[in-house]
């Protein structure tokens, strides 16, 4: 199981210490690092900052939404940062949900989120391979455009750049099980958000004989304290921003998963309590439980013990969000 360094989105402003903290996991052995986007920083100039000044570490999106870019906008930023980085770059991209989508890009969002996200990796591998001008007679991003409000003047091109790697990695952030099922078949690696070892049948069947060098990175809170309770403060706050926040009250795919993984009543109180505007009563009703068995936190000793399950599973590579450094070494030494 490999070991990646999460660093997320930025806040206010810049993350401080991000550069130092991507310096240390390479140096420590880290095999990657990722950044993701909400509605603020981007995912890929910082990548594009860390890549410059590191020379071995993996440099990966965690993740790029999809409703940000056409894809065709995407794979340039992905054949241009694999150019400039030697090769490091991994696209992990998502669709995010309706509110972000429709509320801060202005777009629709997919009916159907399947077809839609197969659509978009169909061309974002097309530009990567080079083989022929990019065409693709899709629902949700065809090309040429064909639509009447168009000139009909546009015809398939292929990218001027060749791309460094046609076989650049493309993960997908997926949730529910049929979304889960088809990133096996089209991605080359799955970015779940929440990550149970022992709630693997959330995904239904999806994770039954995964293809050969599939990978499975969750992004898993890490942090070495003396105090568990102290610990998991910052993963309920996140949860409760998460599945409160993230969606509609009719809509939240996050709220959804950990209903599936067993927490129905706790996400509908989560919810309920968030939207009301009553958000600390909204993280202190994340149960301990959850918060827990997906993070790793407490002791060294304690988190040596609960590793071993997550190598047990199809984990491939355990991508800790953390921004201490001691927990980045502890990680290291146990993971080595």
């Given at each position: 199981m490999r070991l990646g360094l999460a660093l997320g989105y930025w806040g206010r402003g810049p993350g401080p210490g991000h550069l130092a903290l991507a310096q240390e996991a390479e140096r420590l052995g880290y095999d990657s690092v990722w950044t993701a986007e909400a509605w603020g920083s981007d995912a890929f100039t910082p990548l594009t900052w860390i890549a410059a000044h590191t020379s071995r570490i993996r440099l990966g999106t965690a993740v790029a939404q999809m409703a940000a870019r056409s894809p065709t906008a995407t794979a340039m930023h992905a054949l241009t940062l694999d150019h400039l980085s030697g090769g490091r770059f991994l696209l992990g991209l998502g669709l995010s949900g309706p509110q972000v989508v429709e509320g801060w890009y202005g777009r629709p969002f997919p009916r159907s989120p399947l077809t839609a996200t197969r659509e978009y990796v169909d061309v974002v591998r097309q530009v990567l391979r080079r083989k022929a001008p990019v065409a693709l007679d899709g629902r949700f991003h065809p090309l040429p455009y064909a639509g009447d409000d168009g000139t009909g003047l546009g015809r398939p091109l292929k990218p001027l750049t060749h791309p460094l790697r046609a076989d650049l990695p493309v993960l997908l952030g997926a949730e529910g099980p049929k979304n889960v099922a088809q990133t096996t078949r089209i991605a080359d690696g799955w970015l779940p958000l929440y990550w149970s070892p022992t709630r693997t049948d959330a995904y239904g069947s999806a994770l039954t004989g995964l293809p050969d060098g599939f990978l499975v990175a969750p992004l898993v809170r890490a942090q070495v304290c003396a105090d568990v309770t102290e610990g998991?403060?910052?993963?309920?706050?996140?949860?409760?921003?998460?599945?409160?926040?993230?969606?509609?009250?009719?809509?939240?795919?996050?709220?959804?998963?950990?209903?599936?993984?067993?927490?129905?009543?706790?996400?509908a109180r989560v919810r309920e309590l968030f939207l009301a505007g009553r958000r600390e009563e909204a993280v202190r009703a994340v149960p301990d439980a959850f918060a827990d068995e997906i993070s790793l936190v407490g002791p060294r000793e304690r988190i040596a013990e609960r590793l071993e399950p997550w190598r047990a599973g199809p984990v491939t590579d355990l991508l800790a969000l953390t921004s201490d450094p001691h927990t980045l070494r502890v990680l290291a030494d146990l993971a080595g």
């Open positions: 998991l403060a910052p993963v309920k706050a996140m949860l409760g921003f998460y599945i409160g926040g993230m969606g509609h009250a009719t809509r939240n795919f996050h709220a959804d998963l950990m209903a599936r993984m067993g927490f129905a009543d706790a996400a």
